[in-house]
């Protein structure tokens, strides 16, 4: 079975600042793909980013990054120059044969 | 294009009542999932669909069923409802579907069970 840990329910960031967000998995699946989704206030799932489990390299989005760790099955969010409109639930997700599973999320607070 | 569609937005249900969360979406995609978001937990599989006639169980299918008879559309059916299916379900789709793609979500249904 599949699992994805979320360790840090709320985290908080000054405006401007870097921050990271944690999640661990568990999977004995070798072709996987990993994602980190943001759900604002109204709901609403986006996806953030996405990682290949056979890509060494991180992926990034513009001011948003990831730290793949595939032999310790760590993966982690990294939030560079934090803006008030990245406040939300970050939810860590684990996908593989046309199945998903999220982590428990981690809310992030972002203060002016 | 309007995405992802899911009413209602809201609904209360007795105990033993059923009722169908609706779902569409405009984007030609070819898969379809249903979700559930209990309080402060993650999204759960409950189905999903790679395409029209074809669905299949996620991880916690029980007490649900669904249909897709159509691209756009995939209601998901609730039979006997019980308050352990409290929750938001979210319907999400994707273009080629796999563990890679890209899922487009809809804004939820917030559901209670009385």
């Known amino acids: 079975a599949q699992t994805v840990t979320q360790s840090q329910p709320e985290m908080s960031v000054q405006e401007a600042e870097t921050v990271t967000l944690s999640c661990t998995y568990d999977?004995?699946?070798?072709?996987?793909?990993l994602f980190w989704y943001k759900q604002p206030p109204s709901r609403q799932m986006i996806l953030v980013i996405r990682q290949e489990a056979y890509k060494q390299q991180n992926a990034t989005e513009n001011r948003f990054s990831v730290n793949f760790q595939k032999a310790a099955k760590s993966f982690s969010l990294k939030i560079s120059d934090s803006q008030l409109g990245d406040a939300a639930m970050y939810f860590c997700a684990f996908g593989a044969r046309n199945q998903f599973y999220f982590g428990t999320g981690t809310s992030l607070t972002v203060i002016p | 294009n309007a995405g992802v569609t899911q009413t209602p937005k809201f609904r209360i249900l007795k105990i033993g009542q059923s009722m169908t969360l609706q779902c569409t979406q405009d984007m030609n995609h070819n898969y379809m999932y249903w979700y559930r978001q209990d309080p402060g937990m993650g999204l759960k599989l409950i189905y999903y669909s790679v395409g029209a006639g074809i669905t299949d169980k996620g991880e916690v299918p029980n007490g649900y069923n669904v249909s897709r008879s159509t691209t756009e559309d995939f209601p998901l059916r609730l039979e006997l409802a019980a308050p352990s299916q409290t929750s938001v379900y979210f319907c999400?789709?994707?273009?080629?579907?796999?563990?890679?793609?890209?899922?487009?979500f809809g804004p939820g249904t917030r559901l209670t069970v009385l």
């Open positions: 999400a789709s994707s273009y080629w579907g796999g563990a890679g793609d890209t899922q487009y």
């Open positions: 999977t004995s699946e070798s072709d996987y793909y």
